[in-house]
């Protein structure tokens, strides 16, 4: 039986707490649970707490589920901007990224579906543990899958522009609002 929304939410919350993130009630209410329509949290997904998004900067908490996936995507240019740049700083867990940039492995530290494995074509593999941090520019594709224990991370970014995202996944609808496909705040 698939995940439920509040369930992943409990999830999200219990690793929030074990890794020490103090959080108001209100950014507890907050905390946005995307399944990037695929309707597979479980799989592929992720939890986060915007801080801030405005026109010059964006600050996120990202919690991450055992294994959990954020599918490949890039961020395209918008107007004057090149499009968004973020660092990723893992502060639990552990996260694999992927990204275009650098040498290009055709093994696969991440377990992907056989069926789902032509959506992720962006192969260098960059292994993160709490601490560590990487920085991926923007109109590149990636993508993320967490360890085994899940991750909790914060992104520090550019203007997060998420109806602009590009996904390699035709089955991903990436929408504004609540509901489980994300957040699209002024």
């Known amino acids: 039986m698939a995940m439920e929304e509040q369930t992943a939410r409990s999830q999200a919350l219990a690793l929030l707490e074990q890794a020490d993130i103090p959080l108001t009630e209100s950014e507890k209410a907050s ?3 995307i399944d990037f329509g695929i309707g597979d949290i479980e799989r592929y997904g992720v939890q986060l707490i915007e801080y801030i998004n405005n026109d010059r900067y964006c600050a996120r908490q990202l919690v991450f589920l055992p294994y959990q996936t954020i599918p490949e995507h890039m961020h395209p240019p918008v107007g004057e901007d090149p499009g968004k740049v973020e660092t990723f700083r893992v502060v639990w867990g552990s996260v694999l990224a992927y990204t275009e940039q650098g040498e ?3 093994q696969l530290s991440a377990r992907l579906a056989e069926e789902d494995e032509a959506y992720f074509r962006a192969r260098h593999e960059i292994r993160l543990e709490a601490g560590e941090q990487c920085t991926i520019g923007g109109n590149q594709f990636h993508w993320f899958q967490a360890g085994e224990r899940g991750a909790v991370v914060i992104e520090f970014s550019s203007p997060a522009r998420d109806s602009f995202d590009r ?7 990436r929408e504004t609002g609540a509901g489980g496909s994300g957040k699209e705040r002024p």
């Open 104 to 106: 290009q492995s055709m």
């Open 31 to 33: 905390l946005d649970v």
């Open 167 to 173: 996904f390699r996944d035709p089955r991903v609808v």
